[in-house]
């Protein structure tokens, strides 16, 4: 005998269901749906389901009632599980529909798209005119439309059209409430009739016995077909935004067996599809899950981790001593799962596996009573009219179940608790006059957060792309789009979608979207966001991307004295490219790119054999400049003798490198009147940033700098040096190169007063 744990029923539901949706099916198994209506528990339909995931369609006659709760359990042979105990409480039906949400794109010969936001049960009808050319229906209120011949070229008008179930009766003559929207523009496929279309790859789960591969490298809009060769059975997942995904198979794969993968779309853009035959691996030792806290051992639903879909699952639970083993199928690679029987303090374990080839065990987590009652969870900011999600925090523990309930449908959403700040897809979406709140349920409470009153809509605005925009820029900023809005960042030079999201929640109808995720800008893209929300479509004007305009941070070295032998000068900054040149007094000299941030040219002796100023600036290929610095050929300091002191100020306008910190100084001196030449002594070292102020000015004041007394009569030879100069090696005065000043000479006098080095 084996444990089965009863399967979850999706939510919402309405009065309009005739099937229902079940996860966590054991493969093959006879799911029963059954209602407590009035205090009684009464079987509504059953049927055998292929996968983990499936469809139970309600018996003849057999209809949802307001206020019911739909609950499910499973038959595998001679096994049955008990009844589940967290299945959704069908709405109340209202003679109020609102337009349709589309949740993906639509791409011309694609054979389907997704659309939300509607009453649970609505049949959808998708038309060009007056020709019905797709339909779908939404069990939860999303409908996966299928369209047999594809989608026609952008430019024409399609619509989608609501037909619903008469609850409550509609006025006469109608027998359906109909609401038909219009579909935003297909989009053109990157390929082009006659191309092959390139056939995706199984990243993983070819496998014997698996029951589902991970297909990537999707054309989104594309249908995947995954088929045996030898005709055996075939597989198929519908047109998306994914790019990558699982794919349920109808039997369990066997080593050996060659298996075909294709994308396809309708036949009006002439494609060729470009198949490839893969074999089939070995069993494969699935690898270990990981399981969730459990803060409470009456939770109907656990999270686990690292799950492979279509898996068989079992829980260890031991309590006491004795283990007991539970049965379900895994629907996702992370939770969530029936949750079994788990006495308080019962130490609770997972694996998953196929062919009775298991994972190892997860690590335990022990089945906790709760600790305390769950806090009051929060509906954050306003709700509008329109909105088909709903912002919940302040969520714990992770336990139970979240449910958003409105004054006008009852349940519109319920899932097991996802995190303590989800984002609650509900279904239909809100309608104004309303009020919703959250409810969280965990072993026993049920804590309610304060009510909102969703507010009337507004008309969908195009907003705009803040720039500039330039090559290398990692975000893009739409302003003034609808709060909880669909967007889509888009190239318009390419016609490729670079991120979808969601618009954050808000507090007013309008907010801004920030899109992070799409890698990065390149020069060339022409950049525009196009937002969706409850049946109107908009888009932004398009904004270029350019490339920075280079930007001059120091030059190394920054001066030097008429005479000096030839060096390198170094130009430091960003935003340089390959090819961009240094100018020196406003000529283009041979650069050496070193990199985005470093430009050397060669500084001859003849060009610094006259005092003078000279402008290096920073060209870069497309010809933007940076700002210009001002390189210095000073004259041979010749001090005047006769002082009392030398104080030496720190201006050093150099930087260390990769960083805007002023560079320090070293300062040495020796006596030059005792007939021979004395070693350099040490007298001080000026730290970076001596003695500028928190402005950047430089002295700070007059009494900066480092100061030393002259004794009456000596004569002396002070020196500055800047070890991080181009060419110096020592550091030491005597090395020509580490020089940071001319070597100063002067002669102590009593009386003399002050002499003063600025060092720049």
């Known amino acids: 005998m084996v444990n089965l744990l009863a399967p979850h029923v999706l939510a919402p539901l309405s009065e309009c269901n005739t099937s229902v949706v079940v996860t966590n099916v054991i493969p093959g198994a006879i799911v029963a749906l059954v209602v407590r209506r009035g205090g009684a528990d009464i079987q509504v339909g059953a049927n055998a389901v292929e996968g983990s995931k499936g469809t139970v369609t309600l018996d003849a006659g057999a209809q949802l009632v307001a206020g019911d709760l739909v609950n499910a359990r499973q038959s595998v042979g001679a096994d049955d599980s008990p009844i589940s105990v967290d299945g959704p409480q069908v709405q109340t039906s209202v003679a109020d529909v609102d337009d349709i949400q589309v949740l993906t794109r639509l791409y011309r010969c694609s054979r389907g798209f997704f659309l939300g936001g509607m009453r649970p049960g609505t049949h959808v009808e998708i038309r060009q005119g007056a020709v019905l050319i797709g339909s779908g229906d939404a069990p939860n209120g999303t409908a996966a439309v299928a369209v047999p011949d594809g989608l026609p070229a952008p430019g024409t008008a399609l619509t989608a059209r609501q037909v619903i179930c008469p609850k409550p009766p509609p006025p006469p003559p109608g027998t359906a409430y109909v609401r038909s929207s219009a579909l935003p523009a297909t989009t053109e496929l990157p390929y082009h009739a006659g191309q092959p279309l390139p056939a995706p790859a199984i990243a993983t789960g070819l496998t014997a016995c698996s029951r589902a591969v991970q297909v990537v490298n999707i054309q989104p809009g594309c249908d995947v077909i995954l088929e045996a060769v030898n005709g055996a059975w075939w597989a198929s997942l519908g047109p998306s935004d994914q790019t990558t995904a699982w794919v349920p198979l109808p039997v369990g794969l066997t080593e050996g067996e060659l298996v075909s993968i294709r994308q396809e779309v309708g036949p009006r853009c002439e494609l060729r599809p470009d198949p490839q035959v893969v074999a089939v691996g070995p069993t494969q030792r699935l690898g270990k899950p990981r399981l969730t806290q459990i803060d409470c051992n009456t939770t109907p639903s656990i999270y686990a981790v690292d799950l492979k879909p279509e898996a068989t699952v079992e829980f260890s639970v031991t309590f006491n001593g004795a283990e007991t083993i539970y049965r379900t199928a895994a629907t996702e690679a992370i939770g969530p799962l029936p949750a079994p029987p788990m006495p308080a303090g019962a130490i609770v374990k997972v694996r998953h596996g196929e062919c ?165 800008l390149r020069d060339g893209m022409s950049i525009y966001v196009k937002a969706l929300n409850c049946g109107h479509y908009v888009r932004t004007p398009s904004v270029p991307v350019h490339y920075h305009a280079p930007v001059l941070g120091t030059i190394v070295p920054s001066s030097c004295t008429v005479g000096d032998p030839a060096f390198t000068l170094s130009a430091r900054g960003q935003f340089f490219r390959p090819g961009a040149r240094v100018q020196w007094n406003n000529v283009d000299r041979a650069t050496a790119f070193v990199s985005d941030k470093e430009l050397q040219i060669a500084v001859t002796a003849a060009d610094v054999a006259a005092v003078k100023t000279v402008p290096i600036r920073v060209i870069n290929p497309d010809g933007q400049s940076s700002g210009a610095f001002t390189f210095t050929v000073a004259a041979v300091a010749q001090a005047a003798t006769g002082y009392d002191e030398v104080v030496i100020q720190n201006c050093n306008r150099n930087y260390i490198p990769n960083s805007w910190v002023h560079r320090p100084i070293h300062i040495y001196f020796r006596r030059t009147d005792l007939g021979v030449p004395q070693a350099w002594t040490p007298i001080w070292e000026s730290p970076h940033n001596a003695d500028y102020d928190e402005w950047g000015r430089c002295p700070a004041s007059p009494d900066s700098g480092a100061r030393f007394p002259l004794d009456d009569g000596h004569t002396y030879e002070v020196a500055v040096t800047d070890p991080l100069l181009v060419g110096c090696n020592s550091g030491a005065p005597d090395e020509p190169a580490c020089l940071r000043w001319p070597v100063i000479t002067i002669r102590g006098k009593a009386g003399g007063g002050s002499y003063t080095v600025r060092i720049i």
């Open 356 to 520: 009775d080839v298991w994972s190892d065990w997860s690590d335990f987590q022990q089945a906790n009573q709760l600790a305390a009652p769950p806090l009051e969870p929060r509906i954050p900011y306003k709700l509008f009219a329109c909105q088909d999600a709903v912002p919940v925090e302040n969520v714990f523990p992770l336990s139970g179940e979240l449910r958003v309930m409105s004054s006008k449908y009852g349940e519109i959403a319920r899932l097991p608790t996802p995190g303590n700040a989800p984002i609650l897809t509900v279904a239909p979406s809100l309608r104004y006059p309303d009020t919703v709140w959250i409810e969280h349920s965990v072993c026993g409470y049920i804590e309610r957060s304060a009510e909102r009153d969703v507010n009337p809509s507004q008309e969908l605005q195009p907003g705009a792309v803040q720039g500039p925009l330039f090559d290398g820029d990692t975000e893009v900023i739409m302003a003034n789009t609808v709060a909880g809005a669909r967007v889509e960042l888009w190239d318009e030079t390419t016609n490729v979608s670079l991120q979808s999201a969601r618009a954050p929640f808000a507090d007013t109808w309008f907010t801004n979207v920030r899109f992070n995720q799409f890698g990065s």
